[in-house]
T-cell receptor
Framework: QKEVEQNSGPLSVPEGAIASLNCTYS??????FFWYRQYSGKSPELIMF????GDKEDGRFTAQLNKASQYVSLLIRDSQPSDSATYLC???????????FGSGTRLLVRP | DAGVIQSPRHEVTEMGQEVTLRCKPI?????LFWYRQTMMRGLELLIY????????DSGMPEDRFSAKMPNASFSTLKIQPSEPRDSAVYFC?????????????FGPGTRLLVL
């Protein structure tokens, strides 16, 4: 089992809808969780990070963490075509800055 | 700031040749990371440095790979000899302090093709 699991997609949503991206992980010792966005042919860029159980909101983005169920999700409200990209979930442990990435979910927002 | 700078942006070489990838981190960033991204394996951390010292090289695939950081503004990733399975996009990233949630800023990547 891979350490970080993501559905590869593509996840297709209409413009203005809520896009929900999910990620599960196997290591209960994981402490920090990150969502990166990567446009085709470009480098990853951080969207959000979350440490604590619950929700964290930043503009149109909400990260949700449930450590008991070992999943983290990213909600994108009012999705725009410019949100079309691959979204990478990543995590790190307690004593290391080593990030472990999922394979990413490709999101398509239809105009 | 110009961001993380990587060179070359594209590299095509033949199997057996030495390949050197270069990275200039963002000024003032104490952490530097080397990643490799392929369709099959996704994005993998190869090695990271703190204050020019290698901290975790457990992701380095084998002895053919080596990385150095001779000073705070320069790092290299060397593959010798290169093999076709090394074909990938190699990213360098830097961070002020990832332990405080500071983001890792990725460079544009070097797209390596080994024939």
């Amino acid at each position: 089992q891979k350490e970080v699991e993501q559905n590869s997609g593509p996840l297709s949503v209409p413009e203005g809808a809520i896009a929900s991206l999910n990620c599960t992980y196997s290591d209960r010792g994981s402490q920090s969780f990150f969502w990166y966005r990567q446009y085709s042919g470009k480098s990853p860029e951080l969207i959000m990070f979350i440490y604590s159980n619950g929700d964290k909101e930043d503009g149109r983005f909400t990260a949700q963490l449930n450590k008991a169920s070992q999943y983290v999700s990213l909600l994108i409200r009012d999705s725009q075509p410019s949100d079309s990209a691959t979204y990478l979930c990543a995590l790190s442990g307690d004593s290391s800055y080593k990030l472990i990435f999922g394979s990413g979910t490709r999101l398509l927002v239809r105009p | 700031d110009a961001g993380v700078i990587q060179s070359p942006r594209h590299e095509v070489t033949e199997m057996g040749q030495e390949v050197t990838l270069r990275c200039k981190p963002i000024s003032g960033h104490d952490y530097l990371f080397w990643y490799r991204q392929t369709m099959m394996r996704g994005l993998e951390l190869l090695i990271y440095f703190n204050n020019n010292v290698p901290i975790d090289d457990s992701g380095m695939p084998e002895d053919r790979f080596s990385a150095k950081m001779p000073n705070a503004s320069f790092s290299t990733l060397k593959i010798q000899p290169s093999e076709p399975r090394d074909s990938a996009v190699y990213f360098c990233a830097s961070s002020l302090d990832p332990g405080l949630g500071e983001t890792q800023y990725f460079g544009p990547g070097t797209r390596l093709l080994v024939l």
